[in-house]
């Protein structure tokens, strides 16, 4: 590029004027374009200022033209001003080659402090390059990151970094005042330290100016052991606007698609969500919305139907959810960072200490919600090592009750012995967690943290697999498919791997009622109610079968959220009915008689499980009914199919055993 050729042309004066090109960098909302025309509107020397964002006539267009085009306004013996962010090296190296004998390159720094350029940004109207409004502040973030300071070895003659508004001004004197002659010294000007790669990004920004945040983030670490160290680096080192959720983890790229995409385990993602928790937007939000599909937002809504900034929401994901089942990823916490759009509640309105606020509880709860669902996995692998020692991965496992098509951490699945192995190890006892809590927001009905005491009656963590039941007994009507009876406490519906010829599910309608562990005796009535319904149940199936027999009764320890009293015939003529903890699920005192269990809470106040620690699910096979052990499943189901031994003395007391009048033949 010829561009010293003006010089040579023999204009007057202009001929011996050195040209300038300014390379202006700075973020958007810097005031780079302000800038340049303010120095056209005052200044005698002729300028051309090239802003990539109109140079496709009126359009945004490319590198390529600017340069184009400030080649030959140079040619033309005019000075220029490069209108583009220029934030890196590698933008700027073109437009620094510009330069020549006779042409300087100047690069003028708009180095002002990032909230000044989003709270500029999100307001402005009519922006050339259409950077206006909610997506600014997160584009200014996003940046800023990349942002490196020009230095004078890229090929500089002068640098100018203004730091604030004064400098500002005071650049703008400068070169406003040059005339079409006159030169600006050689050098490196206003920059306070030259060795500052870039100035703060807004969460190194918090991180050193508010103990708070410090204190943020230290939580962040204390969870460090539940969760990949590096996931916890790349939140804590996050300086991409309130939450980046791009930036946990890095490597792996789309969030959505951590594992299919980035072979990375992870459980918990975070969403920086708008106000009313819909999918929507262009951004992030809308991907995970996306990716979770119609399952993510129901079980969104469930939680919260809006977020005020600073909270944040934990949501746990529903099976069903591609996220959970192709991912891994069991829960979702939204989060709302501050708002700086008007159009939007409680925008900022520039007030940047309660921004910095606002910030500090955004993440706050995230950390909180984060460390919430850390610390319930971490009792759950622990619950699950004492117990069975299980591999991890099983966690994603689920009973057959939950349609796990493809899980990442599913390899096993194939493999496993049967539901119970793997329901007994998601399960966790101890106290329950605030997994599901608006964190920080009033009560949903659900559980809140409260000065890290968890106020609520239940007593376990479920895994989102483990939540169907519940999901059924709340919303009955969106299952109408599957549920055979409704009634004001309680929802049948038939056990979906049903372990005999006829096996029912009565769920309880009461929220805070997990199992049986929670009942006391103001449930009474329901326990009641419950055994009632099952018993007309039985009934009316011996009516068309008489040979069947029925018993009614709970896990003691059961695998799925939700109150529920199995009723299932005797015969355990099922395909579904496959191994050891099947068998002694049903056939030993882990299953508590409802007759039992109504007994006790009548007149202890509660139904003390007289076995959960699992042991009874490992013990040798043995006929229900004559007591006789046998090796595996086949040969004692065989066995079963033809015993007629009168049943144990123990089950024929009290109505544990529901027959019909005709069926003599089963006691002693
Ligand atoms: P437990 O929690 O151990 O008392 O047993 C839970 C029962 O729920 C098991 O018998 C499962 O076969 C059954 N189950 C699992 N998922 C579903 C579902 N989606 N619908 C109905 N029953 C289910």
Known sequence: MDIDDASHEGKGEETKAKRIVVILVGAPGSGKSTFGEQVMRSSTRPWVRICQDTIGGGKSGTKAQCLKSAAS???????????????????????????????????????????????????????????QGGKAAAVVNRMLQKKELPKLSEGFTRITVCQSESDVEASLNTYSALGPLDTLPNGYFGQKNPDAKIQLGIMKFLKKAEVPAANAVSEAKSIQSSFSPQSIKEMDSSSNGPVNVSSFPENAGDITRLYSGGGLSCNVIANAANWRLKPGGGGVNAAIFNAGGPALEVATKEQAKSLQPGRAVVVPLPSNSPLFSREGITHVIHVLGPNMNPQRPNCLDNDYITGCKVLRDTYTSLFEGFASVARSQEKLAKGSNENHGPNPSELQDHTEGVNMKHSPNNDQKSKREGDHDNDRSKKCKGSQDEVGADIHGSRTGKLEKNNDKIDGSMTKIWGSWAQTLYHIAMHPERHMDVVLEI???????????????????????????????????????????????????????????????????????????????????????SKHLKNKKHWNSFNTAFFFDSVDAIEEVSSNGKATPRDDDESQLSIELRCHRCRSAHPNIPRLKSHISNCRAPFPPALLQSGRLVLAPCNADVGP
Request: net charge neutral; glycine share 6%; aromatic share 6%.
């Open 487 to 573: 009634s004001d406490n309680v929802v049948v519906l038939n056990d979906l791997y049903p372990k005999a010829k006829r096996h029912l599910l009565v769920l309880a309608r009461y929220e805070g009622l997990d199992c049986l562990a929670d009942v006391r005796k103001e449930h009474l009535h329901l326990l009641r109610a419950m055994h009632d319904v099952g018993l007309r149940l039985a009934e009316k199936f011996l009516q068309e079968d008489a040979s069947l027999i029925f018993r009614l009764g709970y896990h003691s320890a059961p695998s799925m959220r939700q109150l529920h009293l199995h009723v299932i015939s005797q015969d355990f003529d």
């Open 73 to 131: 306004a140079l040619k033309d013996g005019k000075s220029v001003f490069i209108d583009r962010c220029n934030l890196d090296r590698e933008q700027r190296a073109e437009f620094v080659k510009l330069g020549g004998p006779n042409v300087d390159v100047h690069g003028v720094v708009l180095d002002l402090p990032a909230k000044l350029c989003i709270s500029r940004s999100v307001k402005r109207t009519g922006h050339e390059g259409n950077l």
